[in-house]
């Protein structure tokens, strides 16, 4: 969490100290009187963008609010993209219109999004964190080097199964770079291949694509004298979260649309 929160905190002072030009303080003010009377700073306004909702992400925000009272000077929006890239795209064109010194984003697609974030940065300070675009112009990416961390995953899988066995890797997002260097070097580490470049590695092609509901219903495997039955999908709900019968048979199925972040 300290390290995290390092990085963090990295990201808030590189996005300030390119965002704020000639410094926050307004020029003495002297009276008639002869007495020079202090106005208060300017708070330069900066802006955090997530790739999405998660309690990871919380402590990014408590990183980020810790830096905001150490810096002084800053002021900076937190903002959580509830859907995904589109909402990534509406958060940082409306913080573009509010005329943000600067913004630190951890980019979704960073292949599909560098014409975007080109036109970002041709209006303010871009840097990207967690997640890189590194064909972009942003200023900096400040995070781990994934790859590495796949890598170092991989060895304490080998640590861990010594004799060798079947090793399931469960990714997020493969859109996101991060999520592909992180995916790449677990394999590489665990088949014992040489290290890539990151440039090298792109979006695989080997990834199962997700299944129609009564395609993926024939998948189940049930014991003897069980059936399964499709009773609801997408689109009559969305991001179930829970479901449960009551005493009369009846089902409910609680949907999560967002994080609840006030407890």
């Given at each position: ?112 999004q560098t014409k ?104 189940v495997r049930l ?41």
């Open positions: 969490m300290i390290k995290k929160l390092t990085y963090i905190a990295g990201a808030m002072a590189l996005v300030l100290t390119v965002g704020c030009g000639g410094g926050g303080e307004e020029a003495p003010n002297t009276s008639g009187g002869g007495e020079t009377e202090a106005k208060p700073k300017t708070k330069h306004k900066i802006a955090y963008v997530t790739n999405g909702i998660d309690p990871f992400w919380d402590l990014c925000a408590a990183g980020v609010r810790q830096a905001e009272n150490e810096l002084g000077g800053v002021e900076c929006e937190v903002h959580f993209p509830p859907k995904g890239l589109a909402d990534q795209k509406s958060i940082m064109e409306t913080l573009m219109a509010k005329g943000v010194k600067g913004i630190a984003v951890s980019p979704i697609d960073a292949d599909g975007f974030l080109n036109e970002i940065a041709s209006s303010t300070k871009l840097i990207t964190h967690d997640a890189d675009a590194p064909k972009s112009d942003r200023l900096v990416y400040i995070g781990t080097d994934n790859y590495k961390a796949g890598r170092a995953l991989g060895q304490l899988v080998k640590e861990a199964i010594p004799d060798g066995g079947e090793v399931a890797i469960f990714v997020g997002r493969l859109e996101q770079l991060n999520a592909r260097q992180r995916r790449q070097g677990v394999i590489d580490e665990l088949l014992d291949r040489p290290s890539q470049a990151l440039g090298q590695i792109t979006k695989p092609t080997d990834a199962p694509n997700p299944l129609p509901p009564a395609e993926s219903l024939k998948t014991p003897d004298g069980f059936r399964l039955e499709l009773v609801a999908a997408e689109p009559l709900i969305r991001q179930p979260s829970g479901v449960c019968w009551d005493a009369e048979g009846n089902l409910f199925v609680a949907e999560l649309h967002g994080y609840n972040r006030e407890g």
